[in-house]
């Protein structure tokens, strides 16, 4: 069966520190690797990866695929409170999209 | 094994046909969502639910309606499927704390 783990699935940091959320997956048929912020009702898109190896920058925040180990990881340094949310991993198939539990990220000041 | 489960996985409809899409969620759920995910968009919230017969609009909800009329079952309808919105649709719920629980999904196609 098709799934998405995440790990850790709760995280508790100081501001400034550096975290390094996990998702592992086995699915058929992979098309590309999601990363989302969720704070609200609609998750906010972070990164999209298809490619293994090739890093993804936006500010704090970085991502890599490994599609040979079947994981990616969602780097986020020098932590804000305004980071305190939960990250969700998911994965577009040819036939669905599979979604992990979620990393629940606080941020403490 | 709690889920959310989506009735189809792919729907091809014609334009201007009435299109129906279904979420159940076996989990007791208060709230329930509907999103569409799009290229370079990411999941944009449709219409929303927090008890039965509730419903209060999303971002995108033109075009679009809902229906609740039991607890574990949240509808979507397009009135009259047009082009712009072929989409991936996908449903999810959460108690009423923020933790949802995702559907596979639906990739919709209008032609």
């Known amino acids: 069966e098709d799934k998405v783990v995440q790990s850790p699935l709760s995280l508790v940091v100081h501001e400034g520190d550096t975290v390094t959320l996990n998702c592992s997956y086995e699915?058929?048929?992979?098309?590309?690797l999601l990363w989302y912020k969720q704070e609200k009702k609609a998750p906010t898109f972070l990164f999209m990866l298809?490619?293994?190896?090739i890093e993804k920058k936006s500010g704090r925040l970085s991502s890599i695929l490994d599609k040979k180990e079947l994981f990616s990881i969602l780097n986020i340094t020098a932590t804000q409170t305004g980071d305190s949310a939960v990250y969700l991993c998911?994965?577009?198939?040819?036939?669905?999209?599979?979604f992990g539990a979620g990393t629940r990220l606080t941020v403490k000041p | 094994d709690v889920k959310v489960t989506q009735s189809s996985r792919y729907l091809v409809k014609r334009t201007g046909e009435k299109v129906f899409l279904e979420c159940v969620q076996d989990?007791?759920?208060?709230?329930m969502f509907w999103y569409r995910q799009d290229p370079g968009l990411g999941l944009r919230l449709i219409y929303f639910?927090?008890?039965?017969?509730?419903?209060e609009k999303g971002d995108i909800p033109e075009g679009y309606s809902v229906s609740r009329e039991k607890k574990e079952r949240f509808s979507l309808i397009l009135e009259s499927a047009s082009t712009n919105q072929t989409s991936m649709y996908l449903c999810?719920?959460?108690?009423?704390?923020?933790?949802?629980?995702f559907g596979s999904g639906t990739r919709l196609t209008v032609v």
């Open positions: 999810a719920s959460s108690p009423r704390q923020l933790s949802y629980t």
């Open positions: 699915v058929t048929n992979f098309r590309s």
């Open positions: 298809t490619s293994s190896g």
């Open positions: 998911a994965t577009d198939n040819n036939n669905d999209m599979r």
């Open positions: 989990m007791d759920h208060e709230n």
């Open positions: 639910s927090y008890d039965v017969k509730m419903k």
